[in-house]
């Protein structure tokens, strides 16, 4: 079976810029996360969506990040606009069900640096 | 709320040697799953093993096992038999009420 899509895999920005992410899920998978995870540290979630509503988002810095999954299956994840301290690693993940998670799968996720 | 710790930031092993990484978790949750991920250099996290937390009996992969210790709220992974590409940053996760929790990991050097 086809893994987690993302892309780009790799970005670099200035500062103030704007800059999206995409991620495309494992088909049928009803559970989707973003997590931000800078370096040497462990992910961070940024939001969870359940098909296409969500779930939590509620580390989520909504004066600058904004995300979308629509119909359920891929999703973006947007920041504009974007700061220093933004520069991490951006992973998508997805897992058959929500509730009590059994496995969630990993894309390469996307390195961006912001200058 | 989930939490995890992992209280050892780098941990280093001999090839062919047994290695111990540790982990403890906290969840009011009775229905959640425990999980070591693997992230080498490349970025990709791997699923190693889990652990259902109704299971008593620990997981085992191949060179890889689990000591689960429920009451104690704690997961440690034990590498057998370790190899070079068994270097990597390990994270320990906790599953449950749809949240996926990770510790801050374990850097894993194998020397050879």
């Known amino acids: 079976e086809a893994g987690v899509a993302q892309s780009p895999r790799y970005k670099i920005i200035e500062k103030r810029q704007s800059v999206a992410f995409w991620c495309n899920p494992i088909?049928?998978?009803?559970?989707l996360y973003w997590y931000q995870q800078i370096l040497g540290q462990g992910p961070k979630l940024l939001i969870q969506?359940?098909?296409?509503?969500?779930?939590?988002d509620s580390q989520l810095p909504k004066d600058r990040f904004s995300a979308e999954r629509l119909k359920g299956v891929d999703s973006t994840l947007k920041i504009q606009p974007a700061k220093l301290e933004d520069s991490a690693v951006y992973l998508c993940?997805?897992?058959?069900?929500?509730?009590?998670?059994?496995?969630?799968?990993f894309g390469q996720g996307t390195r961006l640096t912001v200058v | 709320a989930q939490t995890v710790t992992q209280s050892q930031p780098e941990m280093s092993v001999q090839e062919a040697e047994t290695v111990t990484l540790s982990c403890t978790y906290d969840?009011?949750?009775?229905?959640?799953?425990l999980f070591w991920y693997k992230q080498p250099p490349s970025r990709q996290m791997i699923l190693v093993i889990r652990?259902?937390?109704?299971?008593?009996q620990n997981a085992t992969e191949n060179r890889f096992s689990v000591n689960f210790q429920k009451a104690a709220k704690s997961f440690s992974l034990k590498i057998s038999d370790s190899q070079l590409g068994d270097a990597a940053m390990y994270f320990c996760?906790?599953?449950?009420?749809?949240?996926?929790?990770f510790g801050k990991g374990t850097l894993l050097t194998v020397n050879p």
């Open positions: 969506f359940q098909n296409n509503g969500v779930v939590d």
């Open positions: 996760a906790s599953g449950s009420n749809y949240k996926l929790t």
């Open positions: 088909s049928g998978h009803a559970t």
């Open positions: 969840t009011s949750e009775s229905d959640y799953y």
């Open positions: 993940a997805s897992s058959l069900t929500g509730g009590t998670v059994t496995e969630a799968f």
């Open positions: 652990q259902e937390a109704y299971k008593q």
